[in-house]
């Protein structure tokens, strides 16, 4: 069975070999691995975007809240993802979710996603987090010419389900706007910009250090028990007693100590390069010059956008084995793919790569609501590879309604259903395994 969440993932010892990574300036706070017995009312697992943000939202209303953090804050997606805050958490089809959910929910999901991109955008203005915003929109690239054809009918779909505005972009039109590369036209839409992730996380971390959250570093969860109502939540060095309990572990959220949360996630691996910069006449002479997210049409997706400094981002999930050797010859397909698509960059180095896990629910829609029925304990998670804006809502809704504040965003009625498990979950990696095959088949035709 492939190794999907191989021991090697898992090195919360150190941070991933990103380029985010090598450019963020320090965390700088100073913060200390939980020691002793601690209470709090809230206790938060996973210092990413979700975890970080529901943290900022209750201690800004006073509440005695904590994060345990098995590495450092971001450490996880939320520090190594493309950067890409945009819509898209879920894996359904918009006419397959507007069948199982009904036009009002479907359309309240799509404006969930829209707000989410607009918090992070309000969460930096506020706090004043510099994560170098690139220009707004996104742009959808056929790999196909029969893509293209159905682009036309997306234009209609999008814009009588949601009232969304989208435009069609020739394969002339593509390069006018500096977006050229191995595909057939675009689809265009303006929502969406990039940022730098690792900067975006750590912002929020002083953020919610600075409003009064407790944010414990290298406190990993090992244990977990329930005695009198309370959790008593084990690292290596303190316990901390909490009434309620946030999950905020998504991609990585382990199993093993969290009983409730057996079988209903899927792990998946997402995968990123990144060039050295380019010169502009190196740009020109590819004609990509655009930093619009970019997105291929294929079902398992490449993702790639130019950064501030001239770098080329280039990811693509998939790869089932996260073992390190595994990590090396996928560092190799990914290169080769993106060789294909942008052939006047063959000769360019690539300065970093460096993987890391997204999340799917069986249901392949996000989940942001409790896991018991005395709703003591709460989940925020998967974001299915799109959780820099819809993770930063859910985190904060997930907050309010724990503490049994009003919604600022009331959420659709999809993302709070009850989270189900995978049938036959020991199998998750062959069923990961398997879609990929069909995915890449789908993409062939
Ligand atoms: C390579 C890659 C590219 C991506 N690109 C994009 C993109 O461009 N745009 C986008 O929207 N999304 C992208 N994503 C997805 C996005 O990064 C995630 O959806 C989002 O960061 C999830 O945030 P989170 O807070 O839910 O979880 P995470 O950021 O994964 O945080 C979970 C945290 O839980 C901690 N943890 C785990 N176990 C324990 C424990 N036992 N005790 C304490 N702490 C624990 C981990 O250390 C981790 O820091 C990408 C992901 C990857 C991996």
Redo the contacts with the bound molecule.
Sequence with gaps: MPSTTHADAFH?SHPVASYWEATAPPLDLPLLPLAGDVRCDVAI???????LSAALELAAHGIAVRV????EP?????????????VGSHKLSYARMIQKYGQDESRRYYRNMKEAVELVSALCRHHDIDVDACETGDVTLAHLPSRLHDFAADVTFMKQAFGEDMTVLTPEALKEQGLNGAFFGGLKMNHGFGLH?LKYVRGLARAAHRAGAVIHPH????RWQEQDGLHHLHTGQGRLIANRVLI???????ED?MARMRGRLMPAL???ITTRPLSRSEQEAQGWTSTLLAFDSRKLLH?FRLLPDGRFLF?GRGGTDASAPSAAVYREKLVAEFHALFPHWRDVEISHF??????LAHDLVPYVGPLDDRASVFA??A?H???????TLA?REAARRMVGLEPVEPLSAIVTRRLARFPLAAFRPLYLKGAYLWFNWQDSR
């Excluded at 971001?74 to 945009?86: E, H, L, T, V």
């Excluded at 905020?248 to 382990?254: I, K, L, S, V």
């Excluded at 460096?354 to 999340?359: A, E, L, N, P, S």
Aim: aromatic share 16%.
């Design positions: 919360f697992i996973g210092g990413g975007y979700a975890g345990l953090e098995a590495a971001g450490w996880g997606a939320s520090g190594r993802n493309g950067g890409f805050a945009c992730p406190s990993r969860l090992l905020a572990t998504n991609g990585y959220t382990p100590v997402s995968n990123i993702y990811g460096w993987r890391g896990f997204v999340c925020a998670v974001w590879g799109n959780g820099v804006a819809m993770a985190g």
